[in-house]
């Protein structure tokens, strides 16, 4: 039999139960003439017959046989095992923690194992291969006492601690530098943190998640710069590493001669994922005639937060599916707190998840749970849920072949499409594809840390020893050695900001100082016509124009968003005013822009240029021997913390809303001690809260603390 | 078979100590030997051990989880099932004493993972565990072993006879069936051969010139408790034991559908090996 009747035939449920043996014998030829490359079809057959393993009978043998010739150890019942391949089976189980041990399959346990051994491995294996399991298994081995793991993402951060918790007893789990570290620590950072100055101490073994976010291709700016110079310092302190992501060709460049390690690629696939094409057919029809069919939890993903609420729309206005109680309690409390009318709210009510970053980062990680947990059937979402949150669907509908406005390109549609399908739950996922998947190559990963070539963000270089710049490196940066405007401690200090713009903006400050002064020189916090000139400075300096995804429009309105903040207005606040304006005003898009303004300026992008505009005043301020420090520091964290405690904002990296922290604020509010802040939430009586939602977001926080 | 295709093994300890092969079925009897006057159990039991990686593993697994990690973990492993009740309860690993005495004596060579057969008569499908095959020139031997690791040789041979006669009346050379060959293999000259015999045809005495059954019975022998060393006398008095065995075995009705190799292994105390064995597994961490 061929290996397309087989695999026909497997779909035909009468078919396997009258002709099982026949089948499983055709698994076994098509398995037994398979060579290296052909066997991954093969495999792919067999755990498509898993799906199916009730109806082969006592064909059933065959099956169990060919998962263990495949090395699929945690698929095989160990109680049904010849000796010899219970030894197998067993020499493939190994202690992750709590107590608890994993069955790893034949590629997994030769990765562990080089880990192990000492040797560095990049690997580049599909989504279902279970690439993370291998960092849990070498972290029970007890080898390592500080370990640091760089995810791209704050997410990533909190679903990564909630799943490492289980090693507390030996490791502290440290995912802030507001963290005071233990003897024995697991670090869960994103680049930005890695490179905070004296926060990570030693480290003896590290770990890059979605490494490939290391190429100027797969995220271009300021964060690459950053995650290749966390892999720089990180590399300083310790040469073992793992680096994890999948479907990579493999590694170019200088950065070979350099590091060592060893680039291994496995298309290993524990699940099957089968696409069905619907290209070519009206889009919005499709979604809706796929949503109405499809069993099972269902995910679709949209190239932008607006595209995903337009499909959250079609698919409620289309399809009637009822929410559980729990995702009924979170639309009431979503609209309580933010608004009745936002499209959350209604999607929720009629059993649709959204996730973007344009959803308070708290809930969207809450949906995420009801969507694994079954009380909503469809989520929702864009590349932001695809960047490794785990979840737990069955089918991947692609309504959009975009990100923003470019291109999938076939290493993100592969990444899409691997969130199909789940080991033990759904050994066949199923994705659906509006257009025609992309065809290009696999790319290489290539470092701009090592390349040192034109895409190389001349922050990396001045961040860099001068030992390790080639020629073309240094010829780059010669410019800022050559300028007297700003000195480079301070350019390497401001890491987010580029170089170029501090130069500048050194250079407008040396023009400008007399008129400027007066408005520049404070301390504390500013009055409004000095925060109003500073929004300018950030402004027109700094390119302000196009950041914060165009949530602030001008100047003016940057500083009136600012200043308001003091007064802590919550979200629904802010729409109600709107509306009392006009009320017209379309309330999800009031919303969006909020949520922005706070995630992206108040949060970041102001207060961090802010800093870079007192280290460069002050800088000059010295220079000239001018005898006063400008302090805008306490401002800048004020700011970033929306003026409540630090803690406060901190905590809602692990899941809790500040809506919902600013209830108990006092209790919370520690002076910056994070870890006592989080000791106090984990002692909060939760039996004693009415609300069913507050209570849960306070004992999901609470997990693993 | 050189390393390349399976994990390495130790090398042979077991001594052929008489061997008639002019007679039906053949007759093989291994000898565990005496030092210092002491019976090799103890020794016996560590050889056992190490052959667990290449009995358990294939090559690839052996080579990704590292040799010296591979030795570990299956030492691990052996442990572990020593003590669960399926092993536990019988204590002991007969079917590697198999796997060791025929890869040792007749040089077969794992080339096949597993078999199954369709029973044609209840419809179900079983299998053979730890297929060996022997290939010669153009042809293809096929072993499928029985095992009783026993005390009593008269138990021993009572079990086995009626086993064998199961096979026989399942008739299961003629059933249907499909195998899944070790694919650690492709430097064994007949791998070709194989897949494509297996690919095309229906039964299995269609495949293989010839199905062996190696029969291994041990017991407790009383030519190795009479005596401390290998001596004329011993030799004489070991001959003549396993010629009675054999006697009895082959008075039994065994069937004549295919060739049938008794192998005996006379044990000084079955219980006391096994309690080496297990006294090496505790040893292992």
Known sequence: MEMIEVENHLKDDDYILQNSFDLAKSLCTLYNNADSQSVSKVQNLVIRSLEKYELFGSSKIIIDDLLRELKLFPYLNSD??????????????????????????????EIFYKLLSGVSVVLSAPTSFGKSLIIDAVIASQKFSNIVIVVPTISLIDETRRRLSKFKEN?????????????????????????EEDFVGDVDFFVIDEFYKLSTWADGGNRCALLNEAFYRLYKKCEHFYMLGPNINGVAGEFIENVKFEFIKYNYNTVVTEIHDFTGSDKEGSLIDICKKVEGPTIVFSSSPDRANKAAELIYENIQTEPGNKAKQLATWVSENYHAEWILTIALRNGVGIHHARIPRGVSQYIVDLFNSGEIKYLVCTSTLIEGVNTSAKNIVCYDDKINRKKLDIFTFNNISGRSGRMFKHFVGNVYILSPPPVDQLPLVELPLYNQDENTPDSLLLNIDEKDLTENGKEKIKKYYEQDYLSLETIRLNKTIDPNDQVNFAKALEMNFQSWSHMLLWRGFPDYEQLSFICALVWNNFNGKSLGNRSVSSTKQLAFKINQLMSKPTIHDIVNDRLSYNENSDITSIISKELDFKRLWANFHFPRILRAIETITNEYLRKNNIN????????????????????????????????????????????????????????????????????????RAAYGI | MSHEVTPPHPDNFLEVRYQQYEVEPWLVAMCVGYELGEWRDEQLAEHVMEWLPEFALKYSEWESLGPSNAVRLIKKAAKAIYKTEKYGSRGEFGELLLHIVIRHVFKTFPAISKIHYKDSRNDTVKGFDCVHTIAKEDKLELWLGEVKFYKDISSAIRDVIKELDDHTKRDYLRDEFSAITNKIDQNWPSSDKLSKLLDNNTSLDEIFDSVTIPVLLSYDSDTVNNHNRITDEFKQDFAVEVNQHWDTFKNKNIPKSVDIVLILLPLKSKKDLQDKLHGELQRWK
Not at chain 1, 173 to 185: A, G, M
Not at chain 1, 642 to 669: H, K, N, T
């Open chain 1, 80 to 109: 049904e095992l010849s000796l010899a391949d219970t030894l197998a089976y067993l020499a493939h189980t190994t202690d992750i923690g709590n107590d608890s041990e994993a069955v790893l399959h034949g590629p997994q346990a």
């Open chain 1, 628 to 699: 006063y420090e400008c302090e805008y520091t306490a401002y800048a964290s004020s700011v970033e913390n929306y003026f409540y405690d630090s803690s406060i904002v901190a905590l809602e990296e692990y899941g809790l809303p500040v809506e919902i922290s600013a209830l108990i604020e006092d209790y919370l509010s520690t002076d910056g001690d994070l870890d006592e802040a989080l000791n106090r939430l984990s002692e909060v009586d939760t039996s004693a809260i009415e609300d069913p939602v507050v209570k849960s977001f306070i004992e």
């Open chain 1, 171 to 195: 490791y502290k789990v440290i995912t802030h530098s507001l963290q005071e570290r233990f003897d024995k620590n697991i670090y869960v950072l994103t680049q930005e943190r890695v490179i």
